[in-house]
């Protein structure tokens, strides 16, 4: 028992002594001539040095490090086998000499190893070497557990000290400081710092062990290195190693760290901080490692927690003796605030009663002083005088009202004291105000000095915040003194150095001031004072301008009423005029649906008015289905849309027809809600111009009699000689049938220009009409003449679309005008010419054109080309195209024309999609 008693204070006084007798021990049971005693270390799989008997290898005691990893020549000692190396591969010093290395293990488990010089390798430990060697074994592993628990007694001795200072001390430095400290001692660290949490960062509050020259960070960002991670994840973090561990940048500190560990510092909900320890401080016991290990971060996690524990406690300490502080302060303002509260509240029922007062008077005036008595009135809210000043925008000026208030403070005038005491007499303010509203009439209200004058509020910096800023003004003796030429005229003109000026605001305008003082009692006026005032006064403004607005607003009424009326005449008169109108007026909204459909509808359309409101137009009938797709184009185009001599065909009855379709607009949102359609029913004009037409047709043949007569005497005269000759000759067998060749010629030539003539001068033949493609038609018809265009060596361009171009016409006729058009251009062009031929759609129409690049065709000659008999060839009777106007523009509603430059001659037609159907 004294032995192991002894032991116990050798390992306290120092165990690498202890370890260095075991060695020496040893040296006399191996007889050998050194021995080299080394501890495991387990965290890092190295043998350090802790004893030895060589004083050449004292100073490396604690120092030199044997790796045991794979690619170490010593890994075998891992697995429990001795090894024999030379010294100097084992110790780094001296000669060659072999050395056995033998493991040391305690309940399978390797604690250290002895290394001793041997003469050979197979050189083995004798049995009661082995003996010693488990004892030595036994006592190593007896020495490192000594030595934790020593640590451990000595962490909880400062734990209990760490819980006195957190009992104790209530000061958060004090409080970091404390455990700081404590903290470092614990866990034998040589550097510690505590940051705390601001906003999304890390601060440094404090930093022990460190120079503050070292510090180079003193503020991170959550999630920053060692501390940003503990403060982010809220968890503690151990790092024995800061180089290969990322989350461990330790940046914020000059000097080199090599283990750390930092935990949060936490109240349980919140993180306050952060606790961080580095570099662990070498203890007076052997420890097989010198990093900080699980238990210390575990301890470091439980004074993280008391710390924020006991922060928490100190800031609700701190709020304690606040709120402690803050409920005397009440206490002691409770009574005057009960006053207060109590004093307001009555002024504030008195306000009440002071604006149902004036809102139940139709009077302005009598509101004015209704108002004016509830502010002085000794039951009212007892200031002590009152000046209303109104205002005159025109002039932008303030004109005096009234004034009401004690002539002095000695003596009330009579028509006070009265007033007075019939307030008192009632009791019920409200009903005093509105039944014996007396107040001092303008003569006696108002001083002399102030009686007739005008005060301009522009430029006054008191008055313009009032009227033009709608701000209440508390003006006060220090204000009068420090800015007399802003204030002081208002000063001079009430004769006292407090007072409130109040804008009487409307919802859209200030109406007037009130200015209130106490100038005989000189009490100031306070925070509730204003307040009641502002609430005075916004009442008060909102009144007068509802009584101000009663009667216009009688008036607008009745004038409102005379433009009802109004607008009800114009409705009739408008509806009359619309009914009664010579044209059809249908008009149909977005949605094509019918809103309107007058008497003239009734008549042209042969449909009554109340079938056909809210109906479509397509629903009317199949006929109005073009005149609806039409008003749809009005909403893109947004303009008028005119069409004239529209055929329509209802039954058995046709009408030509002229339409307007124009744009209903909504001049306030300006947009187009509908469609107004007019109606004209033209079939008669339409008829006379037909007529018109056939008589001009008449005169043009009357007016041609002569070159009818010309065309036909020629052939005539041939013919009559060439009969004359063959009389002369009449035996003569050949020259018979010679003349008889030439008769035969010019009987067909007159038959072909009578023919021309009568398809000229006819009336309307029945037309074939049926739906084909332009295209196609023109085509067969270049087929036709390609032969001529070869010899002539014309080169013709057909342009078409890639669609058919359908119209619905009579085919043969529209034929017969391409044919001519097409031989026309032939004949222009040169030889070696060029034609182009265009078949395309515009719109509604299909259009056709021919263009040659021969001779121009001059102005004059261009104005009489659709002359009838007109020609410029010395053959034919000039009815080509004359009769092609006729079937284009008569027959088919189309348009024919000319265009003509130094480019060519271009013949244009225009066929509509769905022809009026003059022929049928």
Not at 384 to 396: E, F, G, P, S
Not at 713 to 728: C, E, L, S, W, Y
Not at 845 to 863: C, E, H, L, R
Request: charged share 30%; proline share 3%.
């Amino acid at each position: 028992m004294d032995g192991y008693r002894e032991f116990i204070r050798s390992i306290e006084e120092g165990p690498y002594e202890l370890i260095k007798r075991f060695a020496t021990h040893l040296i006399k049971l191996l007889n050998t001539e050194e021995v080299h005693i080394f501890m495991y270390e387990r965290h890092r799989n190295i043998l350090r040095l802790t004893g030895t008997t060589s004083e050449e290898l004292e100073g490396e005691v604690g120092k030199l490090k044997i790796l045991l990893d794979e690619s170490s020549r010593f890994r075998d000692i891992s697995e429990h086998e001795e090894l024999v190396v030379s010294r100097f591969e084992l110790l780094n010093v001296g000669e060659e000499a072999k050395m056995l290395l033998k493991p040391i293990v305690v309940d399978d488990e390797l604690i250290g190893a002895i290394a001793f010089t041997v003469s050979d390798e197979e050189a083995h430990l004798p049995g009661e070497v082995k003996e010693a060697v488990e004892e030595i074994g036994a006592a190593l592993k007896l020495i490192s557990d000594l030595s934790v628990l020593k640590d451990l007694r000595r962490r909880l001795e400062i734990l209990e000290m760490l819980s006195l200072v957190h009992s104790q001390i209530m000061e958060p430095s004090f409080l970091l400081d404390a455990t700081l400290k404590l903290a470092m001692d614990a866990l034998n660290a040589y550097v510690g710092s505590i940051w705390l949490v601001e906003n999304d960062e890390l601060v440094l509050n404090m930093v022990k062990g460190l120079n503050g020259e070292k510090v180079i960070k003193n503020r991170v960002p959550l999630g920053y290195g060692l501390v940003g991670w503990v403060a982010l994840k809220k968890e503690p973090l151990l790092s024995v190693s800061t180089d290969k561990d990322e989350r461990a940048a330790l940046d914020i500190f000059d000097m080199e760290i090599k283990s750390a560990i930092a935990a949060p510092i936490d109240d349980g909900e919140n993180i306050l901080g952060v606790i961080l320890l580095a570099n662990r401080r070498e203890e007076g016991g052997y420890r097989p490692y010198k990093h900080f290990d699980e238990f210390d971060l575990g301890l470091l996690d439980d004074i993280g927690r008391r710390l924020g524990v006991t922060l928490n406690r100190s800031e609700l300490y701190k709020r304690l003796e606040q709120e402690v502080k803050n409920l005397k302060r009440l206490e002691e303002q409770h009574q005057h605030l009960i006053k207060k509260q109590q004093r307001q509240l009555e002024r504030l029922r008195i306000l009440q009663r002071v604006s149902q007062a004036m809102r139940s008077s139709y009077d302005v005036n009598n509101a004015y002083k209704i108002l004016l008595l509830g502010t002085v009135s000794g039951r009212g809210l007892g200031f002590n005088r009152a000046l209303l000043l109104l205002r005159d925008r025109d002039k932008h000026v303030l004109k005096p009202k009234y004034w009401i208030g004690p002539a002095s403070d000695e003596k009330l005038s009579e028509e006070w004291q009265d007033a007075h005491a019939r307030a008192m007499r009632y009791g019920d303010l409200r009903q005093y105000l509105r039944e014996e509203a007396i107040l001092l009439n303008l003569e006696v209200g108002l001083i002399e000095s102030i009686k007739d004058k005008e005060i301009p509020y522009r430029g006054n910096p008191v008055l313009e915040r009032v009227v033009l800023r709608r701000k209440l003004v508390h003006v006060t003796k220090s204000l009068v003194e420090s800015r007399y030429e802003d204030y002081g005229f208002l000063a001079e003109l009430l004769g006292t150095e407090e007072f409130v000026v109040c804008p009487l605001s409307g919802r859209f305008d200030t109406l007037g001031v009130l200015i209130v003082d106490n100038k005989y009692t000189a009490e100031p006026f306070h925070e509730d004072d204003l307040e009641i005032l502002g609430l005075l006064s916004d009442s008060a403004g909102l009144t007068i301008e509802a009584i101000e607005s009663y009667e216009e607003l009688r008036a607008k009424t009745l004038s409102l009423e005379r433009q009802k009326d109004l607008v009800e005449y114009l409705r009739r008169f408008a509806e009359s005029i619309l009914q009664n109108l010579d044209a059809a007026i249908i008009v149909i909204d977005r949605e094509d649906r019918i809103k309107e459909w007058n008497k003239k509808a009734e008549v042209i359309f042969g449909r009554p008015r109340e079938h056909m409101l809210e109906m479509k137009l397509e629903e009317v009938s199949p006929e109005f289905f073009e005149l609806q797709e039409i008003a749809g184009k009005v909403y893109d185009v947004g303009e008028t849309i005119t069409l004239s001599d529209y055929y329509m065909k209802l039954g058995n009855k046709e009408m030509f027809l002229d339409i307007r379709f124009s744009p209903l607009r909504n001049p306030v949102l300006g947009i187009i809600e509908g469609v107004i359609i007019s109606v004209e029913d033209v079939t008669k004009r339409h008829q006379l111009e037909e007529e018109l037409k056939r008589q001009e047709r008449l005169a043009i043949l009357g007016e041609m009699s002569a070159r009818v007569a010309h065309e036909l005497r020629n052939p005539i005269t041939v013919i009559g000689g060439f009969v004359r000759r063959a009389q002369k000759k009449i035996d003569d067998r050949k020259s018979i049938e010679k003349y008889l060749g030439i008769l035969q010629e010019e009987i067909e030539r007159l038959e072909g220009i009578v023919a021309e003539i009568l398809e000229f001068s006819k009336e309307a033949r029945a037309l074939d009409f049926s739906v084909f493609d332009l295209g196609t038609l023109v085509e067969d018809v270049l087929e036709l003449y390609a032969q001529r265009i070869k010899d002539k060596g014309i080169h013709v361009v057909f342009n078409q679309p890639s669609g058919p171009v359908e119209i619905e016409a009579d085919k043969n006729r529209i034929k017969q005008v391409v044919i001519n058009l097409i031989q026309n251009a032939i004949e222009a062009c040169n030889v070696g010419g060029n034609i182009r031929v265009t078949v395309d759609r515009e719109g509604e129409s299909a259009v056709f054109k021919v263009w040659n690049d021969g001779t121009p065709i001059p102005k004059d000659i261009m104005d009489k080309i659709f002359l009838p008999f007109f020609t410029t060839k010395t053959y034919g009777t000039g009815l080509g195209l004359p009769i092609c106007k006729k079937i284009i523009e008569d027959e088919h509603g189309g348009k024919i024309f000319v265009e003509s430059s130094e480019d060519g001659t271009i013949f244009t037609v225009i066929i509509p999609k769905n022809p009026l159907r003059k022929g049928e």
